[in-house]
């Protein structure tokens, strides 16, 4: 079946300006993931999902970050007055149930650029 | 000390060599270990986890797990070139959080 999609693929916006990357997971996958991952580093968690709520939202850097998932499925991560160190790829990730023995499955992730 | 630590290489081997990757977690709650591998451009793709202690086995790749050193390490007999990519430790905390505490990789070359 699909697996997670995300878009767009690759972003470029200019400093102090708005941006929202979409997430699909995989269909019937309850759990969703936001991480980023700077050059060299492994992806650092930004905010969970369980349906519709946000049930971790601790790693979200500051209140210029943030998330929704308003039906449980979709979800869009929302960067209000963008700054350069925000550049990054932005993964997105969903499971099917939660609990130890969960599997996370990757979208292909967001490219963004802050100029 | 960051709470996932791995070596960052990079590590070259030779084909058909064993490739032995390494890592390290700080918070003994911990319960659940993943490896993914990652290539150059790509997005994580998940190779192993493993939740108890000792080994598991999935063909050419085995996962280690020692909790009382905290210690997690990947094996990977039998090298290819195909191999050549970061590979990346993750860590789950017991608690309700699904997140996944990342290393910051380490990169394998396998040299033809």
């Known amino acids: 079946g699909a697996g997670v999609s995300q878009t767009p693929s690759n972003k470029v916006t200019e400093k102090g300006k708005y941006v929202e990357l979409r997430c699909d997971p995989i269909?019937?996958?309850?759990?969703l993931y936001w991480y980023r991952q700077s050059l060299g580093q492994g992806p650092e968690f930004l905010i969970y999902?369980?349906?519709?709520?946000?049930?971790?939202d601790s790693g979200l850097p500051n209140d210029r970050f943030f998330a929704v998932r308003p039906e449980g499925s979709v979800s869009t991560l929302k960067i209000q007055r963008t700054e350069r160190g925000d550049s990054a790829v932005y993964l997105c990730?969903?499971?099917?149930?939660?609990?130890?023995?969960?599997?996370?499955?990757f979208g292909p992730g967001t490219r963004l650029l802050v100029l | 000390q960051k709470e996932v630590e791995q070596n960052s290489g990079p590590l070259s081997v030779p084909e058909g060599a064993i490739a032995s990757l390494n890592c390290t977690y700080s918070?003994?709650?911990?319960?659940?270990f993943f490896w993914y591998r990652q290539y150059s451009g790509k997005s994580p793709e998940l190779i192993m986890s493993?939740?108890?202690?000792g080994d598991k086995e999935d063909g050419r790749f085995t996962a280690q797990l020692n909790k009382a050193s905290q210690y997690v390490s990947l094996l990977i007999r039998d090298s290819q070139p195909s191999d050549s990519a970061t590979y990346l430790c993750?860590?789950?905390?017991?608690?309700?959080?699904?997140?996944?505490?990342f290393g910051q990789g380490t990169t394998l070359q396998v040299k033809p």
């Open positions: 918070d003994r709650g911990s319960q659940s």
């Open positions: 990730a969903s499971s099917q149930r939660t609990g130890y023995q969960e599997t996370q499955y």
């Open positions: 999902f369980q349906g519709t709520g946000a049930a971790d």
């Open positions: 269909s019937g996958h309850t759990a």
């Open positions: 493993i939740y108890s202690n």
């Open positions: 993750a860590v789950k905390r017991s608690g309700n959080t699904g997140k996944l505490i």
